[in-house]
């Protein structure tokens, strides 16, 4: 069993669109970070989380310690929105990160 | 606004042969990491420096891996025998105090 999962993954959705992306992990973690990785293969971090919420533009992350799980928000989605979003975890340390599959998302005009 | 820079964007080799990946972390990071990431598969971490040596290291950084600082602005990235399974995006990044790093493109290594 992994130790990091993403759910969907794959979603497509119309500009406009409220979209969630889900990650549960099933180990003790320090910090959980979002990533986008970009069509070309470029990634970026968005989000580094140890409890509660962080919003960024149109962008939120939520975790939850007790239930291992956090989520990834986007509102009015966009075309540009397009990319892989990928949950990974620390487990001690920073220096040790466990990366999900990721998410691919498509936002169609 | 400062990036992480890789070079060659793309490497090809013969299996056997020794490559080396080069990065040039954001100037004022103290931390370094290498990733890779097999086409199609999830980001792997590879090894993580720090004060001139290795900080952690995942099962996959073998001895045919090794890191170097070997100026104050250089970070590389050596597999010594390529083999085919090591065809894959590297990915190199840099942080201030950890985490959140900053990402380099990528080199894309292919092994024949």
């Known amino acids: 069993k992994n130790e990091v999962e993403q759910s969907p993954q794959n979603l497509t959705a119309q500009e406009g669109e409220f979209i969630t992306i889900n990650c549960s992990y099933s180990v003790g973690i320090s910090a959980l970070h979002w990533l986008q990785q970009h069509p070309g293969g470029g990634i970026v971090s968005l989000f580094m989380?140890?409890?509660g919420k962080k919003k960024h533009g149109r962008l939120i992350a939520t975790i939850n310690i007790q239930e291992k799980h956090s989520s990834l928000h986007i509102t009015a989605s966009h075309p540009r929105d397009s990319a892989v979003y990928i949950c990974a975890v620390e487990k001690t340390s920073y220096d040790k990160v466990i990366f999900g599959p990721g998410t691919s998302l498509s936002v169609i005009p | 606004e400062p990036e992480v820079t890789q070079t060659p964007s793309h490497q090809v080799t013969q299996m056997g042969q020794e490559v080396i990946l080069r990065c040039v972390p954001i100037s004022n990071h103290l931390y370094f990491y290498w990733y890779r990431q097999i086409l199609g598969q999830k980001v792997e971490f590879l090894v993580s420096?720090?004060?001139?040596?290795?900080?952690?290291k995942s099962e996959i950084f073998d001895d045919q891996f090794s890191v170097e600082r070997p100026d104050g602005s250089n970070f590389t990235l050596k597999i010594r025998s390529t083999k085919l399974e090591d065809s894959a995006m590297y990915f190199c990044?840099?942080?201030?105090?950890?985490?959140?790093?900053?990402f380099g493109p990528g080199t894309r290594l292919t092994v024949l």
């Open positions: 989380l140890s409890s």
């Open positions: 990044a840099s942080s201030t105090t950890g985490y959140p790093p900053f």
């Open positions: 420096f720090y004060n001139n040596e290795i900080s952690e």
